[in-house]
Every structure is written in C-alpha cells, then in structure tokens.
C-alpha cells in the first residue's frame, strides 16, 4: 500500500514541477483560496450560525423559565383556583349538564348512550358518527363554563369520512 501512495505522490511531484512558474503560482492561489472558501463554508460558518441559535434559544428558554416560576408563584398562591359559583350548573346533575351542552353544540344526535355512574359523579357517553372539531368545541365549553372535564377518552376516525368519528368518552366534575 505504502508503494502504491509514494507512486502517486512521486508523479504528483513530477506534474508539479512540469507546470510553468506562472502555472504554479496561479493553481497554489487557486487551491489555496478554495481551501479558505471550504473552510469558511463547512467549519466557519455553521459554527457561528450554531452558537447564535443556542444563544437566542437559552435567551428563549430563560424568559420561558421565568415565566413558568411566575405562574407557579401564581398557582400556589391560589390566583388561579376557580371558586365553584363561578361554574355553570353546579347545581344541576352531571348528566342534565351534558344534554342541555350537547343539545346547544349540536353533538346530541351523536349520542348513542348516555350511562351514570351509581353515585352520579360520572357520566359515560358514547357516540357515533359525530363530527370531532364539534365535538372538541362542546368539550371545551363543558370544562370552561361547566367544570367538567374529561377522565377517560376513545376516540377512532371513520376511514372513509373525515373529521367523522366514533367516540366514547367519561366525563367527570372538577
């Protein structure tokens, strides 16, 4: 191997000493300014590109972390803690909740079955072909204004119909 690499760097030599001093001058220049083009393209470059975005994002995550131990300060110091009259329908069953949202939302036709739970805290609902964007809008009103959130969720897509799915769902008080 060791043969075959001196046999090429001697014929190297020897086209390099066959070129003309103009010749020579003209290629090193040319070499050597494509070895600062490349050096500044593939090292220079994208290093400085990189250390300005991990600059800019630790800016970004910074803000991000201040932010968050302001909400935490916030959470614990009850800002956020939703009083009960605040709430729709407190005084209202669970499942009368559900209908009369459903009804105004436009999900009610999709339900096929509606199933309380023996101490009425909870509420199965199961419902086909319901259009799912409706369906994601009736249960952010049920959390916003109701305080009624999800507890467990199965949802599958119809194949041949889109945003049309088969949803079975619990739903529960805060």
């Avoid at 083009?37 to 201040?66: C, D, G, N």
């Avoid at 800002?79 to 605040?86: L, R």
């Avoid at 259009?131 to 109701?146: C, K, M, P, S």
Wanted: hydrophobic share 45%; no cysteine.
């Amino acid at each position: 191997m060791s043969e075959l690499v001196q046999q090429y760097i001697s014929q190297a030599r020897q086209w390099w000493l066959g070129l003309h001093p103009r010749e020579r001058l003209i290629l090193g220049w040319g070499v050597g300014l494509a070895v600062v083009i490349m050096f500044y393209a593939l090292i220079w470059q994208p290093w400085h590109k990189a250390i300005a975005h991990m600059e800019t994002a630790l800016q970004e995550r910074r803000q991000s972390l201040v932010w968050m131990q302001q909400q935490s300060e916030r959470v614990r110091s009850g800002e956020f803690s939703v009083a009960q009259t605040a709430l729709k329908g407190t005084s209202q069953s669970l499942l009368a909740v559900i209908e009369q949202t459903a009804k105004r939302s436009g999900v009610r036709d999709s339900i096929q079955q509606m199933v309380p739970s023996s101490d009425q805290s909870q509420v199965r609902v199961v419902m086909e072909q319901t259009a799912f964007n409706d369906w994601v809008r009736w249960v952010d009103v049920l959390f916003r204004e109701y305080g009624v959130s999800v507890i467990q969720l199965t949802a599958e897509r119809e194949d041949d119909a889109p945003n049309i799915a088969e949803i079975r769902v619990t739903f529960g008080r805060n």
